[in-house]
């Protein structure tokens, strides 16, 4: 994607994610400032997502936060390693449901996650955006890959379906679009991605 390009899908999504906060804050959500039960688990992203999470690290956290992020970068791919069998193309079952529940059954966080806040809060992923708990706190420390509420999911699916319907778009993992900007792009596994279709 050339650098013009981009900035305009940057800009765009930018003002989608402020309509998104806008409507999550009408469904009363039981998150809170500090609260990080469902920050354990792989995290996907839209392709389109990459340039913007990518620039605002670049430009907005210090040099010690980088580093930080790049030593939690190199133990999640250890840890990668360790869970998913080395094969040629891994499937986004592999990736998205699999791994999800190794990485939130062992409690291994988020590389953003910090003092029980996310550093990339502003341009966090659709994917966190509208993961809203259904219950309060008790429930995500019962369950912590719990769904999100039915409001919450509901437009989720919706907004993902208007960007797919205007950006052919792809999922990819958080970690692996993050690893290229840190030289750690040797450590990625093929997937096998799929464009996604509107539900």
């Known amino acids: 994607m050339d ?6 899908v940057s800009k765009w999504f930018e003002k989608k994610y ?16 500090g609260c990080d039960w469902c920050c354990y688990q792989s995290i996907e992203i839209l392709n389109w997502e990459e340039p913007l999470i ?3 690290i670049n430009s907005q956290l210090s040099k010690r936060q ?3 992020i ?8 250890d840890y990668l390693d360790q869970k998913i069998p080395l094969k040629p193309i891994l499937t986004t079952e ?3 449901e699999k791994f999800q529940q190794m990485q939130g059954g062992d409690r291994k966080p988020c590389i953003f996650l910090h003092k029980h806040e996310c550093l990339i809060y502003p341009v966090r992923p659709i994917s966190c955006r509208t993961h809203v708990a259904e219950q309060k706190v008790l429930g995500c420390i019962e369950n912590p890959l719990q769904d999100s509420s039915d409001e919450a999911t ?9 960007i797919i319907r205007k950006l052919p778009s792809s999922l990819e993992l958080l970690n692996f679009a993050v690893a290229k900007m840190f030289e750690l792009g040797y450590r990625k596994r093929p997937i ?6 509107a539900l």
Do not use: G, M
């Open 54 to 56: 990518l620039e605002f």
């Open 192 to 197: 096998e991605y799929h464009t996604l279709e």
């Open 66 to 68: 980088k580093n930080r």
């Open 154 to 162: 509901n437009l989720r699916i919706r907004i993902l379906n208007e």
């Open 3 to 8: 650098s013009t390009t981009s900035h305009i």
């Open 70 to 77: 790049k030593k939690k970068l190199i133990d999640w791919f």
């Open 18 to 33: 402020r309509e998104i906060d806008l409507q999550l804050a009408d469904l009363s959500p039981q998150c809170a400032k």
């Open 94 to 96: 592999d990736v998205f």
